[in-house]
């Protein structure tokens, strides 16, 4: 069976801030300590990957990088970048902070945290949610599409435009937020594409309960 491995990018300062980033804003990763990155790369280095795929932001191209080098039983695959595997577009927000938006603009970070499209969000150069969806899914769709019958592919990206992404692709309106370095699997079916696994941190020897996107209540 055809399976997708979708990774959300590991933490950056910002992250750390509760700042928005989005795919206008890179703030670059922590890299003081790579144990995450060599845990994520020996959980995922039990699996044979056909392709590899990431986003064009640094922080998840990096991530990518960090990951594959520290490979040693499988051939890490070539990266390819795909441009709609990139970040929500937060327009004018990126770079503020999560506490001062929920301040200063009460009601809109509430429309924004549901992924609700409306007019002032879209005038703050916010992208429209709806279209991140769908090219987020059909970035998925064309993956899945490209892979053997039982080849998997790894693809790192973000965790906005994943979780809605993903909520899209196997019309499952309820799952949640994503932690840095976290993995979630879709498995190709006849059907489309369903959830194997959502979310998955076990690998890793510290995660924090209480993280979560900072774009979301």
Known sequence: MRRLFIVRHGKTAWNLEKRLQGAGADSPLLTDDLTPYHQLA?????????QAFTSPLARAYDTAE???????????????????????????????????????APELFALMSK????PRLLNLGMENFH??????????????????DDDNALIFAHGGISQIGIQAATGNPKLLGLKNLSTS???????????????????????DLNEGNVSIL
Do not use: C, M
Request: net charge negative; charged share 25%.
């Open 131 to 148: 279209d991140a969806r769908r090219r987020f899914a059909g970035a998925l769709a064309g993956i899945a599409a490209s892979l053997g």
């Open 115 to 118: 992924r609700q499209d409306d």
């Open 42 to 50: 020996a959980y995922l280095d039990q699996y044979e990957f056909a």
């Open 185 to 207: 699997i879709l498995a190709v079916t006849a059907d489309g594409l369903a959830v194997d696994a959502y979310n998955q941190t076990a690998y890793l020897t510290q995660v």
């Open 66 to 104: 960090l990951t594959l080098k520290n490979f040693s039983h499988h051939q890490a695959p070539k990266l390819e970048v795909v441009d709609d595997l990139r970040e929500l577009s937060f327009g004018q927000w990126e770079g503020r902070s999560r506490a001062e938006l929920i301040k200063v």
